[in-house]
T-cell receptor, first 115, second 111 residues
């Protein structure tokens, strides 16, 4: 089956630094990828929809200058948390689908801890 | 705006017992998903329900969908400890669009 790879699985960084998270579709091309954030014991909240070759679509309340999304190819989307602060500490999960009618496949998630 | 509500949010049950988790959503939808999440892990896909009256079963779990009532259920039969996890339903408003997740149901199965 289709696999979505996410890297790194865990990252600890100092406040003020930037962190890049990669999401790759390993055996299919994904024109659209989704980025979710999950705080402890809460549900998944969609942050943005990443579109290959064009700008990402951000959900209301998500700062696009803080959470930079780049979907440079049909198999790779990156999320960069710029100038991270402790309140950005969260579990970030990407997802992708091969075609609009197929189910979503989720990456393994990235636990970000900002000190 | 699509809203998805799960009930209950916390469920503690004994092994061998049956129980049902409910998922209500506010607008018409193309499809509904059920996922399992273990602590610190990503989501594991359990079921995809595509049409009114759809019923799917896998082991001790059975999911159903009533699109007229905008309700899906996840039924647990003869629970075992390994089923302890958080279960999410998620609704896709139209084909290819993003998913809106319910709050999640944290299930604990006690020996």
């Amino acid at each position: 089956g289709a696999v979505v790879s996410q890297h790194p699985s865990r990252v600890i960084c100092k406040s003020g630094t930037s962190v890049k998270i990669e999401c790759r579709s390993l055996d299919f091309q994904a024109t659209t990828m989704f980025w979710y954030r999950q705080f402890p014991k809460q549900s998944l909240m969609l942050m943005a929809t990443s579109n290959e070759g064009s700008k990402a679509t951000y959900e209301q309340g998500v700062e696009k200058d803080k959470f930079l999304i780049n979907h440079a190819s049909l198999t790779l989307s990156t999320l960069t948390v710029t100038s991270a602060h402790p309140e950005d500490s969260s579990f970030y999960i990407c997802s992708a689908r091969r075609t609009p009618t197929e189910k979503l496949f989720f990456g393994s998630g990235t636990q970000l801890s900002v000190l | 705006e699509l809203k998805v509500e799960q009930n209950p949010l916390f469920l503690s049950m004994q092994e061998g017992k049956n129980y049902t988790i409910y998922c209500n959503y506010s607008t018409t939808s193309d499809r509904l998903y059920w996922y399992r999440q273990d602590p610190g892990k990503s989501l594991e896909s359990l079921f995809v329900l595509l049409s009114n009256g759809a019923v799917k079963q896998e082991g001790r779990l059975m999911a159903s969908l009533d699109t007229k009532a905008r309700l899906s259920t996840l039924h647990i039969t003869a629970a075992v400890h390994d089923l302890s996890a958080t279960y999410f339903c998620a609704v896709e408003e139209t084909s290819g669009s993003r998913l809106t997740f319910g709050e999640g149901t944290q299930l604990t199965v006690n020996p």
